[in-house]
Each structure stands twice: as C-alpha cells, then as structure tokens.
C-alpha cells in the first residue's frame, strides 16, 4: 500500500471507530472535549488530536488508528491495515455534547428545511440533472418525487431523503454535477425507495445507486432499494436489522464493485447471519449501479432504442449474482 493510500486511511478513520467497533465505551465522567476516555472493562485508551490520536494511560502504548489496531488486536502492521480499511464509512457513536451540537441546529429543524424547498418537476434543474447527467428514467424520477424523496437542491443538485422507521426525514444525500455531500446537521438512516413491506431488500451506497438498480429492475414490486449514504451509523445499522428481522425477508449487498463495497457487503452478510434471513451477493459490472445504467442506456440510444442517451425502457442488469445463504 502506497504512503498516500496509508495517509488516505488515516484521515477517514478515526480512532473513536476502531475503538467503537471493537466494543469499547465512551466514559463521560472522565472525558473531555479534546481527550475523550474510553473504556472497556479496565482497559483504558484516550483518544485526543480530534480522532487521530490516541495513548494507553497504563502503559507507554500510543499512537495514529494503524498503530491502536495493532495494540487493540495484537495483530502486525498488514493485519492492522486491513482491519482499517473495513472501517472506512462507520460512524461510530459520539460524546453526548458533540451530539447536542450536533441536532441543536436541524432542530429548528430538518424537517422544516426539507419542507422548506420544492420538489423537482419536468424541466427544472434537478429533473435535467437526474435524467440527462444520471440518465434516470422519467418513470423513476417521477415515483420518487410522489413518494416524497426528491428536493431541489442548490445549483441544479438534488436532496435525497433518510427517514427513520416511522417515516420522519432524518436527513438527505445532497448530489449535483459538482458537489456531493450529507446535510448539515442531519442523521443518517436510510433513503428508501420502493414498497415499505417489500421482503427483497437492495441495500446501495447511494441514493442514485438505489433508483439507478431500480430503473435497471424495472422496479421490482417485491423490492425495497436502499442507500445508506456511504456511511454505516449505528442508526443504519439498526434500521437494515429491523427491516432484515422479517420473516421471509432476502437482504441483497447491492454495494460497488470495489474494495469498499466488498466491505460493506461483509457487513450486510453478518446483518443477514444475526436477523436469520436470506443473503445475497450482486455486483454492478461497472464501479456502481449509476456507471451501470449508464453505460447501458449509452448502448440502447446508440442502437436507437433510447433518446438523448436515456433507455426507453429499462430491464434487468447483467451483473455477478451470488447466492450465499437461503433464509
């Protein structure tokens, strides 16, 4: 691995992850804002230099998140690295008063600035965007607009909706031809497209990626396609479980065709084994399912089947497809 690629690492992983997923707890008593104490049993690790740091109070031990692996693990530095790069997109839980900073602002709140902007219609900046830029099908778009999913964003960008179980917008995926990012302040859960009480569930890394399979499925009455924003927070974590935990249910890693969509497929594998339900792999032939629909619309409109580079009507994608568990 290249010093880039290890500095890369570095800076989307923080130490509090390591720490989180490996079953430590943040003690607030003893924490502050700039040396936060976690602990598990009479193990004690102090992670400081917001994240990228962290020392061993009973020992000499410290270091960046490469090194915490290695002394959380006891595993050398290879292992370390790979143990890392699993970790790239989990949001691991966070001190009560970061929290508090975090939601005072959408307080006034997210869903009165979702509710604050307009929904896309033919012609506008973010309709143009989805179907000429992302090569969406209108059919698509519209259903998503209905469902209440869709807000014009800045700039010709969109806002894709997270909503927790009950239905309350927790957020949004803000995508656009130059910008991509979360919702200041918001929480992410899941963007959900498609029948609530569908038992096959895509799980995607974006919400372009889920309405892109959606359009490659012509979809699919019995699916429920899912991004997870590129994150992987405890909340997420919980609502994929809820909606796995059905009977009857097939959760599908409709992840990237890339290191990282392998992890987060491994993730989803784990999920299905702990919500006893059916598992299975698919894999987009491109990098991800929106270079799918893309490239395949690109096919159809030069064989005349399409206009303007958008499919007259979608079908399903040609991709890897591996079955590994039955319900």
Same mark, same amino acid.
């Given at each position: 691995?290249?010093?880039?690629?290890?500095d890369?690492?570095r800076?989307?992983?923080?130490?509090?992850?390591?720490?989180?997923?490996?079953?430590?707890?943040?003690?607030?008593?003893?924490?502050?804002r700039?040396?936060?104490?976690?602990?598990q049993?009479?193990?004690?690790?102090?992670?400081?230099?917001?994240g990228?740091?962290?020392f061993?109070?009973?020992?000499d031990?410290?270091?960046?998140?490469?090194?915490?692996?290695?002394h959380?693990?006891?595993?050398?530095?290879?292992?370390?690295?790979?143990?890392?790069?699993?970790?790239?997109?989990?949001e691991?839980?966070?001190?009560?008063?970061?929290?508090?900073?975090?939601?005072?602002?959408p307080?006034?709140?997210?869903a009165?600035?979702?509710?604050a902007r307009?929904?896309?219609?033919?012609?506008?900046?973010?309709?143009?965007?989805?179907?000429?830029d992302?090569?969406?099908?209108e059919?698509?778009?519209?259903?998503?607009?209905?469902?209440?999913?869709?807000?014009?964003?800045?700039?010709?960008?969109i806002?894709?909706?997270h909503?927790?179980?009950?239905?309350?917008?927790?957020?949004?995926?803000?995508?656009?031809?130059?910008?991509?990012g979360?919702?200041t302040?918001?929480?992410?859960?899941?963007?959900?497209?498609?029948?609530?009480?569908?038992?096959?569930?895509?799980?995607?890394?974006?919400?372009?990626?889920a309405?892109?399979?959606?359009?490659?499925?012509?979809?699919r009455?019995? %699916?429920?396609?899912?991004?997870? =924003? +590129?994150?992987?927070?405890?909340?997420?974590?919980? *609502?994929?479980?809820?909606? /796995? $935990?059905?009977?009857?249910?097939?959760?599908?890693?409709?992840t990237?065709?890339n290191?990282q969509g392998?992890?987060?497929?491994?993730?989803?594998?784990?999920?299905?084994?702990?919500?006893?339900?059916?598992?299975?792999?698919?894999?987009?032939?491109?990098?991800?399912?929106?270079?799918?629909?893309?490239?395949? %619309?690109g096919?159809?409109?030069? =064989? +005349?089947?399409?206009?303007?580079?958008r499919?007259a *009507?979608a079908?399903?994608? /040609? $991709?890897?497809r591996?079955?590994?568990?039955?319900?």
């Open positions: 691995m290249e010093q880039d690629e290890l890369e690492l800076n989307r992983v923080a130490c509090a992850a390591a720490l989180d997923q490996a079953g430590y707890a943040i003690d607030l008593k003893e924490s502050t700039r040396a936060i104490k976690y602990r049993g009479d193990e004690i690790v102090i992670v400081i230099h917001e990228k740091g962290w061993d109070p009973l020992s031990a410290k270091g960046d998140v490469f090194s915490l692996m290695t959380l693990h006891g595993v050398g530095f290879a292992v370390a690295k790979l143990h890392v790069a699993r970790l790239v997109g989990y691991p839980r966070e001190p009560a008063w970061k929290r508090q900073a975090r939601h005072r602002k307080d006034l709140g997210v009165e600035r979702w509710s307009r929904k896309p219609w033919p012609g506008s900046m973010t309709w143009r965007y989805l179907r000429d992302r090569h969406l099908p059919a698509v778009i519209s259903a998503a607009i209905r469902h209440d999913l869709l807000r014009e964003g800045p700039r010709g960008s806002w894709a909706a909503r927790d179980g009950e239905g309350a917008v927790t957020g949004w995926e803000e995508r656009g031809p130059e910008w991509r979360f919702s302040g918001g929480a992410k859960v899941l963007f959900r497209f498609g029948p609530v009480h569908a038992l096959r569930l895509c799980v995607t890394e974006a919400a372009i990626d309405m892109s399979l959606a359009a490659l499925e012509s979809t009455r019995d %699916s429920l396609y899912l991004s997870t =924003g +590129g994150g992987w927070s405890p909340a997420t974590d919980t *609502a994929i479980w809820t909606l /796995a $935990a059905r009977q009857g249910v097939l959760l599908v890693a409709a990237d065709n290191a392998d992890t987060y497929a491994d993730r989803l594998e784990v999920v299905a084994g702990e919500a006893s339900c059916g598992f299975e792999r698919l894999r987009p032939q491109e990098e991800d399912w929106n270079a799918e629909l893309k490239a395949r %619309s096919k159809e409109g030069k =064989g +005349g089947k399409g206009v303007g580079g499919p *009507a079908c399903p994608p /040609a $991709a890897s591996v079955k590994l568990r039955g319900p």
